[in-house]
């Protein structure tokens, strides 16, 4: 497609359940980032992945958090054991990595986690 | 560690009314300096940037400027619309990697 696309849109979990949120990024895009947007708060970074590096995972919350990005393309969120303040919307977004500094991201529409 | 601060919300405007929305910055170095727009429904999307102090950004009938003396890049528009009603982002970059840093975000509400 031509953008971000990320599924689902919207996820319902009970507290305790494992949730798997997916991303595909647009072709091409050599960089792919995972941003959380809780109810009244800034974008918070999670996670980085950059071609073949080592990802940044300085911003995963907890080790209940890990990404993954397969094949350099799409990448899948996991939250296990959810507990009700991963409530949120997250936000996955793309980027060329081949214009140095200019930093532009291309998001998702995101997937908004509900933990009951 | 490096920091992006706005102005809180919600900011209520008449049509036609003019707009700043402050956006101050902490960062080692020459920080590339970003505002993104979420509209109702939509995605996060850039709406202007300035990558060198004493840029401009400008888009859609708003501007920026990067004043590296004040460390800030605070949005403006002359006269704003219903349909500019959105939240708002500041955020910088430093790195070559992209990696954005936030604001917590303003929303804009603008009344006929």
């Known amino acids: 497609g031509a953008g971000v696309s990320q599924s689902p849109s919207n996820k319902v979990t009970e507290k305790g359940k494992d949730v798997e949120l997916r991303c595909d990024p647009i072709?091409?895009?050599?960089?792919l980032y995972w941003y959380r947007q809780s109810l009244g708060q800034g974008l918070e970074f999670l996670i980085y992945?950059?071609?073949?590096?080592?990802?940044?995972k300085s911003g995963l919350p907890s080790d209940r958090f890990s990404a993954e990005r397969t094949g350099g393309s799409v990448s899948t969120l996991t939250i296990q054991r959810t507990q009700q303040e991963d409530s949120a919307v997250y936000l996955c977004?793309?980027?060329?990595?081949?214009?140095?500094?200019?930093?532009?991201?291309?998001f998702g529409e995101g997937s908004r986690l509900t933990v009951l | 560690g490096d920091s992006v601060t706005q102005m809180e919300g919600p900011v209520t405007l008449s049509e036609e009314a003019f707009l700043t929305i402050n956006c101050t910055y902490t960062?080692?170095?020459?920080?590339?300096l970003f505002w993104y727009v979420q509209y109702p429904g939509e995605g996060l999307q850039l709406l202007l940037k300035?990558?060198?102090?004493?840029d401009k950004g400008s888009n859609k009938g708003f501007e920026a400027t990067y004043r590296k003396e004040t460390t800030s890049f605070h949005l403006e528009k002359g006269s704003v619309q219903v349909s500019d009603s959105a939240v708002y982002f500041c955020?910088?970059?430093?790195?070559?990697?992209?990696?954005?840093?936030f604001g917590q975000g303003t929303t804009l509400q603008v009344k006929p």
């Open positions: 072709s091409g895009h050599t960089a």
């Open positions: 300035a990558t060198k102090a004493d």
């Open positions: 955020a910088l970059s430093r790195s070559n990697t992209g990696k954005l840093i």
């Open positions: 977004a793309s980027y060329t990595g081949t214009s140095g500094r200019t930093g532009e991201l291309f």
């Open positions: 992945f950059q071609g073949n590096s080592a990802p940044d």
């Open positions: 960062a080692t170095g020459y920080p590339s």
